[in-house]
């Protein structure tokens, strides 16, 4: 069986963090999203395996390139829709096939539950369906599909983005440039889709939605420990260390927790559960960080308190920083959205010493000069604040 990853949408609405990387390359437990759902074809003996790329293809491209299995891409010209972005694979699809988002994490029971369905959708409740095709079911099949509907009732069913399908359903994309419509269209026809209820998935809609990714995805991972650490260092539960990473004394790190390569962890430093950090980072003695991702090459200052938040690449911040968590809403491609978070940071931040983020998004390379605490607010690319 065949297996067709989308990968080539850029996710706008977990912006900042995709104004440098495709969302399926945000690294989440240290590993880009996308890597998670080869993953699970591989382990059901998918390997025959075509990726739709687009959106910054080359850094995809590469990661692709790095696996350990042959994996064929094909690229859409422009972002214009799921349906869109399939059809551009069709030339390459021999008979029936799996299609999945790259974006999403998917574990391989769901995908060993729907792989021997001709024409079948897998299905999840979700508390918040307004953000995905909501289906109707009857007697296991489906009956009708509603994308992003206006009305929010909980516990929806909803579409994964998952499908098994023939060659035929190319037929019913014509025009269409997303799946939803052009299974709309195959209900219409009166052809069969039967609902596969999915066991573990999770899309990060908004970027807040990472750190449930991150914490659901750092309990599968072992502990492996390449690095060097002092024999005053403390550490519990499931944490896992890079090669030339080294750990000062007097830390204390509590798993589940992935550590990068090269990074510096300096002494008396609090690492708390569900944190990813990556690679050459360094975290500046006394420092408490909790359910957090960390991307690479970032420095975090002595003495600062970083939880409940999502910090991008090169970021530098200053001794005393801390990110505090709280609940607002925050406008998202022109929505207002209800949240509970610390901080969303871009790459490439600048703040000086005793800078406090709560509730926040802070674009790509800002500055922050001066002592701010920053609330409830988005600060866009590029800015400077004084």
């Avoid at 996308?34 to 074809?41: C, H, T």
Wanted: net charge negative.
């Amino acid at each position: 069986m065949q297996a067709v990853i989308l990968a080539a949408g850029e996710g706008n609405r977990v912006r900042p963090l995709t104004k440098n990387r495709p969302k399926a390359m945000i690294p989440v437990a240290n590993r880009p999203i996308i890597g998670y759902v080869i993953d699970a074809l591989v382990k059901n003996g998918i390997r025959d395996i075509i990726v739709v790329v687009g959106y910054k293809q080359e850094q995809v491209t590469r990661f692709l390139n790095s696996l350990d299995i042959p994996v064929t891409v094909v690229v859409q010209d422009k972002q214009i829709g799921t349906a869109h972005a399939l059809r551009q694979a069709e030339s390459k699809i021999k008979g029936d096939f799996l299609v999945l988002p790259g974006d999403n994490y998917i574990d391989a029971e769901s995908i060993a539950r729907i792989r021997e369905e001709r024409n079948a959708m897998l299905t999840k409740e979700h508390p918040n369906p307004s953000n995905f095709g909501v289906v109707g079911i009857h007697n296991g099949k489906i009956v009708s599909i509603v994308e992003k509907p206006t009305d929010d009732n909980p516990g929806l069913t909803v579409s994964t983005g998952i499908y098994s399908l023939t060659k035929d359903f190319f037929t019913f994309i014509n025009d269409y440039t997303h799946m939803t419509d052009a299974i709309a269209d195959m209900l219409e026809a009166k052809q069969s889709i039967r609902a596969v209820m999915a066991d573990d998935w999770q899309d990060a809609i908004y970027p807040w939605d990472l750190l449930v990714m991150n914490k659901r995805l750092l309990r599968t991972l072992p502990a492996v420990r390449e690095g060097t650490t002092s024999r005053h260092t403390t550490i519990q539960g499931a944490v896992r260390i890079g090669k030339g990473t080294t750990i000062g004394p007097h830390t204390v790190i509590t798993g589940p927790v992935v550590i990068g390569n090269d990074c510096t962890i300096s002494p008396n430093c609090c690492i708390l559960p569900n944190t990813s950090i990556g690679s050459r980072v360094e975290i500046e003695p006394f420092t408490c960080i909790g359910n957090a991702i960390v991307m690479d090459d970032t420095v975090i200052g002595s003495h600062s308190r970083i939880v409940d938040t999502v910090i991008g690449e090169r970021c530098v911040l200053g001794d005393h920083t801390s990110t505090c968590i709280a609940s607002g809403t925050i406008e998202i491609v022109d929505e207002n959205t209800r949240s509970t978070f610390g901080a969303i940071i871009g790459d490439n931040l600048k703040c000086n010493s005793f800078t406090m983020f709560r509730h926040c998004i802070i674009g790509n390379n800002v500055t922050i000069e001066g002592n701010h605490n920053i609330d409830s607010r988005i600060i866009g690319d590029n800015s400077l604040v004084v």
